[in-house]
């Protein structure tokens, strides 16, 4: 009779990492901060929530102690809060990298391509960008930030460049949410129907542009 197999256990949110820790070299705390970004970004995204998520389980992942997260945030909240911020400038940063493309017609298309990408590739922090952050406003500086604002802000802009373009009156931020509403949509049911067939991502990116009437559009 064969010997059963034994199976690794899984590794919960707050068991220490398995992997043994090198102390950081002087001058390497920068690269501990965005490890702990990383690990708090991994498990909002695997809770789905980020009550869910405490500092003892993000120095778990990381393989620290929580005294060693206190030395680069001040609490539980402000963790969180920059582990939020930090995947919207990774997000941010990808869609940036179309700013060299001067044709706005171009560079809504390739911005496109660009976010469902980073949709794919970096789908733990794609799905932290739609987490229930709202706890997370800095209720200490009384403010009124919005995760990603500026970001869609750069998309309202780009919208309002083509719509005026073809004399398209029409309001460049409600486009713009059909636009990101759309995208979304072709992200999430892509990547979470795998088994469905759907037609290829760039084919839909091509339509979208088409029925929402941004592309160039003949002179009259």
């Known amino acids: 009779m064969n010997a059963p197999v034994r199976t690794a256990p899984e590794r919960s949110a707050d068991r220490p990492s398995d992997r043994p820790r090198n102390r950081n070299a002087r001058g390497e705390g920068d690269r501990l901060r965005i490890e702990l ?20 389980a ?10 060693a997260v206190y030395r680069h945030f001040d609490d ?63 209720q200490r500086r009384d403010d009124s930030e919005t995760f990603g604002s ?33 995208i979304h949509g072709i992200v999430d049911l892509t990547c979470r129907n795998p088994t469905m067939w759907w037609p290829p991502v760039g084919e839909l990116l091509d339509d979208l542009l088409v029925r929402l009437g941004l592309t160039p559009q003949p002179a009259v």
């Not at 993000?58 to 005294?67: D, E, I, L, Y």
């Not at 719509?163 to 949410?177: I, K, Q």
């Open 76 to 138: 539980h909240v402000a963790l969180l809060h920059d582990a939020v911020t930090y995947c919207w400038g990774e997000f941010a940063a990808a869609l940036a990298s179309t700013n060299d493309i001067a044709d706005p017609y171009e560079r809504l298309r390739a911005m496109g391509t660009a976010y469902t990408d980073f949709a794919v590739e970096q789908h733990g922090k794609y799905a932290v960008l739609f987490s229930n952050t709202v706890d997370l406003r800095d």
């Open 37 to 56: 970004l990383d690990a708090a970004a991994e498990l909002i995204a695997e809770t789905g929530d980020v009550e869910k998520v405490s500092l003892r």
């Open 150 to 182: 500026d970001t869609f802000a750069v998309l309202v802009e780009l919208v309002g460049e083509i719509l005026s373009a073809n004399g398209d009156a029409r309001d460049p931020y409600f486009v713009a949410v059909q636009v990101h509403t759309w």
């Open 58 to 67: 993000v120095a778990n992942r990381v393989g620290v102690s929580p005294t």
